[in-house]
């Protein structure tokens, strides 16, 4: 499991840079459904042996976005398990919210072996993106998720197979996405589905994918990677 401090002062002052910074401090965990079938015990870890109050928000790693403009589990087992009796994967996780009901569990789509396949597809037009942003809305609600967090490696990318169009089609997906979410929680009087992301640190990986200053504006808050 990885673990991340975050604080959204650089949101704050994106919406308004008049107002005082407000710091809220999160502990965003990342679990990858692969950790509970690793063949040590050591370095094995279950959701059921995960504290539910270690983290604020855990992203479990991670969905697939498909060239159909949908989002899709990566292992079987995500949803309905080893056999026809046992639970998902996404809802044992999903299950430690009963012992701690403030914990938030999005869904991570990407990362780093997924690269650019989907999301060149998604970002290519604005059909693209309001069928994405539909069809995920409705794969987070069946799921029980609480948001969706964008771990594209990365738009802009070339050498990880991003196209032209990818750094403002990012940016147009991003706030489709943030729209949606708030309409359809205003439409169905649910709590509003999150939209966060996992962004390069690299300034070449910054300048040739991220429209930062819009971009901040849609995200309820950004993990910036600095693992290696």
């Not at 969905?63 to 899709?72: F, N, P, Q, R």
């Not at 589990?73 to 995500?78: A, M, N, Q, V």
């Not at 990407?110 to 809305?137: E, L, M, P, Q, Y």
């Not at 910054?206 to 971009?215: K, R």
Request: hydrophobic letters at 35%.
């Amino acid at each position: 499991m990885i673990i991340w401090v975050i604080g959204d002062q650089v949101q704050a002052e994106c919406q308004n840079e008049t107002s005082e910074s407000i710091f809220v401090y999160r502990r965003v965990c990342y679990f990858a459904n692969w950790a509970a079938k690793r063949s040590d015990n050591i370095s094995r870890l279950t959701p059921e042996e995960i504290d539910p109050f270690l983290c604020t928000h855990i992203n479990f790693a991670f969905g697939k976005v498909l060239e159909s403009l949908t989002i899709a589990p990566s292992e079987e087992d995500d949803i309905k398990g080893w056999t026809s009796n046992s639970k998902g994967m996404y809802e044992r996780v999903i299950k430690l919210k009963e012992t701690n009901p403030d914990l938030r569990v999005l869904l991570s789509v990407g990362g780093w072996t997924h690269a650019s396949r989907g999301f060149n597809d998604v970002s290519k037009n604005a059909a693209n993106i309001k069928t994405f942003a539909t069809n995920s809305i409705k794969f987070l609600r069946d799921n029980k998720f609480d948001g969706l967090d964008l771990d594209w490696e990365y738009p802009g990318a070339k050498d990880q197979g991003a196209e032209l169009h990818t750094k403002t089609g990012y940016t147009k997906l991003v706030k489709k996405l943030s729209e949606m979410f708030r309409q359809e929680a205003e439409h169905t009087g649910k709590e509003k589905l999150l939209l966060t992301c996992a962004t390069a640190a690299a300034r070449h990986r910054i300048e040739a994918g991220y429209e930062v200053s819009e971009l901040c504006k849609s995200f309820d808050f950004v993990s910036v990677m600095t693992c290696n």
